[in-house]
């Protein structure tokens, strides 16, 4: 039986976003176990506002 406890669900928000000076923003939620990556994670995803893919950061 796998134990429960570990994952948690975070928010990444786009970090050129701000910058752009559109309206909006690009979140995504997802999920990290906390014991294997405790720091916060940045991963590339598509910013539908931009239409390009961007770095999106962990946000608390």
Request: a positive charge.
């Amino acid at each position: 039986m796998a134990k429960k406890g570990n994952r948690i669900q975070v928010i990444l928000e786009c970090t050129e976003h701000k910058e752009s000076g559109k309206p909006g923003t690009s979140r995504y939620i997802t999920t990290k176990n906390k014991k294997n990556t405790p720091d916060r994670i940045e991963i590339k995803k598509f910013n539908p506002i931009l239409k390009k893919m961007t770095v999106h950061k962990e946000i608390k």
